[in-house]
């Protein structure tokens, strides 16, 4: 026969999910450099979906998240260098343009400011340089920067955990 505290705790609703390695997270995002403005916001979109532990956030990040509850909206500050590291200068370099025109359309022009997608060496991934300047002659080439854009920065991240399974 139940007694009564048993009966109440069947009525009561089960916790909350948690965040913990490997969740696989339903979530609206809004990361933001100093001064506020977001880098990338999704609440006035449709919310991300990932799995913790991916690479598809910093590891800094999904640390702040490990032990949320679904439901949860919060905001938590990085301290500069934190969320994606620090700016390295040896990441700035020259690609020569003779290298470029091998690797995408020779017809294409550079700009200060372009993000420019790079395969890996073993050809499953790519990474982004931002061209910082263009030489043009014989000895044509671009500088790109290819740190992190917010490498060395300080961080602001707003989180709503909406689903963790």
């Known amino acids: 026969m139940p007694t009564l505290q048993s009966s109440i705790q069947s009525a ?6 948690v965040v913990e390695p490997g969740s696989f997270l339903t979530l609206h995002y809004r990361m933001a450099a100093p001064g506020g403005a977001s880098i ?33 909206r919060t905001t938590f500050q990085l301290a500069a ?6 700016r390295n200068p040896e990441l ?3 690609v020569a343009r003779k290298l470029l025109n091998q690797l995408g359309d020779p017809d294409e022009r550079y700009s200060v400011g372009d993000v420019v997608q790079f395969p890996t060496p073993d050809g499953m991934g790519q990474y ?14 671009v500088q790109f920067d290819f740190n992190h854009p917010l490498a060395g920065q300080p961080v602001e991240f707003e989180v709503h955990v909406i689903g963790v399974l």
């Open 12 to 17: 009561q609703p089960d916790a909350a999910p």
């Open 40 to 72: 990338i916001n999704t609440f006035d979109s449709k919310p991300a979906t990932l799995s913790l532990g991916n690479g598809e956030l910093s590891p800094a990040i999904e640390q702040r998240l490990l032990g949320l509850p679904e439901g949860t």
């Open 81 to 86: 260098g934190e969320a994606f590291g620090e």
């Open 92 to 94: 700035v370099q020259w």
């Open 128 to 141: 982004a340089g931002a061209v910082q300047q263009v030489k043009d002659g014989d000895d044509a080439a």
